[in-house]
């Protein structure tokens, strides 16, 4: 099978090859490109192609689909960035920044709409099975993320309400991912089952990993300002594992989320975290899920040769940076 930065540089050519920075209108299409043109892991992409190749399928014909995926993902990003009210993404100002919410909610639109006309460019036989995937996928997501803002509002959130909430908003895609990867192929539906445990787990995993890094990570890599979460109080696994706790730390975390946004409140609620050793449990997580994901993959039978990609993006986001 193919490196994982081969799949991703097939991607990258193909997303260049749709031309978004030659449409018009400009005021349309400039947006998306400069988007996609900030780059990203392309994992979404990446997972669909090599569940197609694992299991003996043409990565060129799958090539639509893949796209068709990662412009959906980036359809939310432009619409998680305006409801968040974020400044930068990858280190750049976002679209909604640079362009203004009613340019960022039109293109995100936008991609919306060319990824299901991506979608559909799948053989017939296997069309209504993909598209039926894909809206489930899409539902989950939006449910996920409708959750997430609930979420902001509520101090009763619980750690297995938050995991269910992130398998929703980000296990879901990678899930659709393997499994339309599985699908391509006829692969029966045990099969297209495990593929989509190993995507949802793998995008549980990734969210918590995520979480952490917004705290402990590094900003030149994780291309996010460290502590945005913490500032926006949001509710990470981080924080709702620390209130789930009952502890007297956990009112101080409390204490210490309701100081004005800015530096003094993310150094505080941090030191907190770590006297509580929630960024170890927060790894602790996301290993765990890698774990459930490994399971899932290797229970389609796969020979170990096909299995090693997919055990490298495992370990890739175990160790990731950003």
């Known amino acids: 099978m193919k490196r994982i930065s081969e799949y991703a540089s097939e991607v990258e050519a193909a997303l260049l090859a749709l031309g978004f920075s030659e449409r018009h209108p400009a005021s349309l299409y400039?947006?998306?490109?400069?988007?996609?043109?900030?780059?990203?892991?392309?994992?979404?992409?990446?997972?669909?192609?090599?569940?197609v190749e694992a299991f003996g399928g043409d990565t060129s014909a799958a090539m639509p689909a893949a796209l068709g995926m990662e412009l959906?993902?980036?359809?939310?990003?432009?619409?998680?960035?305006?409801?968040?009210?974020?400044?930068?993404?990858?280190?750049?100002?976002t679209v909604y920044r640079k362009y203004?919410?009613?340019v960022a909610i039109l293109s995100g639109d936008t991609m919306l709409g060319e990824a299901q006309s991506l979608i559909s460019n799948v053989p017939d036989d296997k069309l209504r099975h993909v598209g039926e995937v894909f809206g489930r996928m899409a539902m989950?997501?939006?449910?996920?993320?409708?959750?997430?803002?609930?979420?902001?509002?509520?101090?009763d959130v619980t750690p297995e309400q938050y995991v269910e909430m992130i398998r929703l908003k980000t296990g879901a895609l990678l899930g659709a991912c393997a499994e339309i990867g599985g699908l391509l192929c006829g692969c029966d539906d045990k099969v297209c089952a495990a593929l989509r445990a190993y995507g949802e787990n793998l995008g549980i995993a990734f969210q918590i990993?995520?979480?952490?890094?917004?705290t402990f990570g590094d900003a030149a890599t994780f291309g996010k300002p460290i502590g945005g979460d913490i500032n926006q109080a949001k509710k990470t696994f981080l924080y709702i594992s620390g209130?789930?706790?009952?502890?007297?730390?956990?009112?101080?975390?409390?204490?210490a989320m309701e100081l004005p946004a800015?530096?003094?409140?993310?150094?505080?609620?941090?030191?907190?975290?770590?006297?509580?050793?929630?960024?170890?449990?927060?790894?602790?997580?996301?290993a765990s899920y890698s774990a459930k994901a490994l399971k899932a993959v290797k229970s389609t039978g796969l020979p170990d040769e096909r299995l090693e990609a997919f055990k490298y993006l495992l370990d890739r986001l175990s160790g990731r940076k950003k």
């Open 140 to 155: 989950d997501v939006y449910k996920g993320q409708s959750l997430d803002m609930e979420f902001e509002h509520r101090d």
């Open 262 to 286: 800015g530096d003094m409140r993310v150094r505080t609620v941090t030191r907190i975290y770590e006297k509580m050793r929630l960024d170890e449990s927060c790894r602790k997580a996301a």
């Open 100 to 102: 203004g919410a009613p």
């Open 72 to 93: 959906f993902h980036n359809f939310t990003l432009l619409h998680d960035d305006v409801m968040d009210d974020s400044d930068t993404r990858r280190n750049r100002p």
């Open 209 to 214: 990993e995520d979480d952490w890094l917004d």
């Open 243 to 255: 209130m789930a706790a009952g502890t007297e730390e956990a009112k101080a975390l409390r204490i």
């Open 30 to 51: 400039a947006p998306i490109a400069y988007a996609l043109e900030a780059g990203g892991k392309r994992i979404r992409p990446v997972l669909l192609l090599m569940a």
